[in-house]
């Protein structure tokens, strides 16, 4: 599948039902190397990510996110920020969150790209999450995705014309 990054973009979109076929795993290797290739303030990557098969793992997993389809994927995977381990601006503002984001963004696209489905999950239970995936203390799980096959397509999501988004020069 060879598109360029707009089409990419459009064909992007959160999968809320997935197939159980198994991941190859030259695939989720490569969905992998791109949240290792994503920028991150000064190159510090202040994240870990978590791969769980959810595999007889489904109710426990269901504790950290309630909705069925969020283990009806083979994988579900946890970016994690180690705030410790982050670039600091001048004012003190650390950039972990920002960091992550990029990294989950990097690994969504990639696994697009390849025919997989990802829904990122942010309303997740936290201390199910610390638990089930036994986190210490000062590592914190900021987002989750399913990782498998779409089930079915997916409907489109509205976004608002760039007028609406954009500003040049001023607010």
């Known amino acids: 599948m060879n598109m360029n990054f707009l089409e990419l973009a459009e064909k992007r979109h959160s999968c809320r039902a997935y197939q159980s076929t198994p991941i190859e795993d030259e695939k989720l290797e490569q969905v992998l190397e ?52 982050a670039w600091r601006r001048p004012d003190g503002k650390y950039y972990t969150d920002v960091d992550v984001a990029i990294a989950m963004d990097h690994l969504i696209l990639a696994a697009t790209a390849l025919g997989l489905g990802t829904c990122w999950v942010a309303a997740f239970d936290m201390a199910a999450a610390r638990d089930v995936l036994g986190l210490p203390d000062d590592v914190e799980p900021v987002a989750f995705t399913p990782l498998g096959y779409p089930d079915k397509a997916s409907a489109r999501t509205d976004r608002m014309p760039l007028d609406e988004l954009v500003r040049y020069e001023r607010w």
């Open 34 to 85: 791109a949240v290792r290739l994503a920028p991150s303030a000064t190159n510090l990557q202040p994240y870990r990510f978590i791969v769980a098969h959810t595999a007889g793992r489904e109710a426990e997993l269901n504790r950290v996110y309630y909705q069925p389809w969020f283990v009806e994927a083979p994988i579900v995977i946890c970016a994690c920020a180690i705030p410790s381990a």
